[in-house]
């Protein structure tokens, strides 16, 4: 997968590349001989690629996708080292900044924590595992020519790692259980149709219209309020409505005090393009 405009600060890892090139931060799944199925090593990698560009005051925006002609086939099965199973449910990896809640520190419910917008870039084959980490990305653009599948119940396998809970809120309990149920395989139009994607494009203008998309959110939007508008949704499903709604007063007091309201403020009067400073 080639990145638009050419990327700044490459870093080729063995399994995970990690770039920069204005303002977008793109992480890159590299095992393209397997499909980019993941393996213990390939997940803290992703894990530390995903809390380097949180970390980075360069990066407003990141993008996941895959290396070759599949976005994530899933997990290895022989490559996560003979572990002992019990250490693969308790296992917790490192949280990230925005969001201490429980529910998203565990083994690969992490994306939700981040305090970055994370978009999903799905150039090809998406299942089990890789269909997991697709979803908790908080926007999904696909390939005309990609397929996706939970495959959990035709390998004798139950809905892994919060993949039931996760589908269910993106597509709704019926057509969560069709996926899970079946495993069979949907293709992208019809994902696009569940609103398990929330775009498709050719996979030869994939790349240029999800850096666009990006780069816009980056460029036009500011970091503050896109850290506190995900927080907001995230934390929506173990809310009442009139929590829900205690928690936007209470950000709305503190937002209109913040230089990024009143940068865009000035902006808006001043019909020009914002400056956002606040991280």
């Given at each position: ?7 700044a600060s ?6 995970v590349l ?7 931060a793109t ?8 499909m980019?199925?993941l393996n213990?090593?390939?997940?803290e990698q ?9 970390a ?6 990141v993008v996941?996708?895959?290396?070759g ?7 290895d099965?022989?490559?996560?080292g003979?572990?002992?199973?019990h250490?693969?449910l308790?296992?917790?990896a490192?949280?990230f ?6 529910d ?7 994306f ?6 994370i978009?999903g ?9 890789g269909?997991l ?6 926007i ?7 397929v996706?599948?939970?495959a ?10 919060g ?12 057509n ?10 949907v ?23 999800t ?13 503050r309020s896109l850290?506190v508008i995900k927080?907001?949704?995230y934390?929506?499903?173990?809310q ?10 209470r950000?709305?007091l ?12 000035r ?11 606040e991280?």
């Amino acid at each position: 997968m080639m990145l638009t405009g050419g990327a700044a600060s490459v870093t080729t890892g063995d399994l995970v590349l990690y770039a920069v090139d204005d303002l977008v931060a793109t992480v890159t799944l590299n095992r393209p001989d397997r499909m980019n199925a993941l393996n213990d090593a390939m997940i803290e990698q992703l894990w530390a690629a995903v809390g380097r560009a949180c970390a980075d005051p360069e990066v407003r925006v990141v993008v996941l996708t895959g290396a070759g002609r599949a976005f994530c086939a899933g997990g290895d099965v022989g490559g996560f080292g003979g572990q002992d199973p019990h250490h693969l449910l308790t296992k917790m990896a490192r949280p990230f900044d925005m969001n201490r809640r429980a529910d998203y520190q565990t083994r690969h419910s992490l994306f939700p924590a981040a305090p970055k917008p994370i978009v999903g870039m799905l150039n090809g084959a998406t299942a089990g595992l890789g269909l997991l980490y697709a979803l908790f990305c908080d926007i999904r653009f696909a390939a005309s020519e990609a397929v996706f599948t939970t495959a959990f119940a035709k390998l004798g396998l139950t809905a892994e790692y919060g993949t039931a809970w996760i589908l269910a809120r993106i597509v709704g309990q019926a057509n969560a259980l069709d996926l899970l149920l079946s495993a069979r395989r949907v293709p992208a139009e019809e994902a696009q149709r569940l609103g398990l994607v929330n775009r498709v494009y050719p996979l030869s203008t994939l790349s240029e219209n999800t850096y666009a998309y990006a780069r816009q959110m980056a460029r036009d939007c500011s970091p503050r309020s896109l850290r506190v508008i995900k927080e907001q949704v995230y934390e929506a499903p173990f809310q009442t409505l009139a929590e829900a709604v205690a928690m936007a007063n209470r950000d709305m007091l503190v937002t209109n005090m913040s230089d990024d309201f009143k940068e865009g403020y000035r902006a808006f009067l001043e019909k020009r393009p914002p400056r956002f400073v606040e991280r």
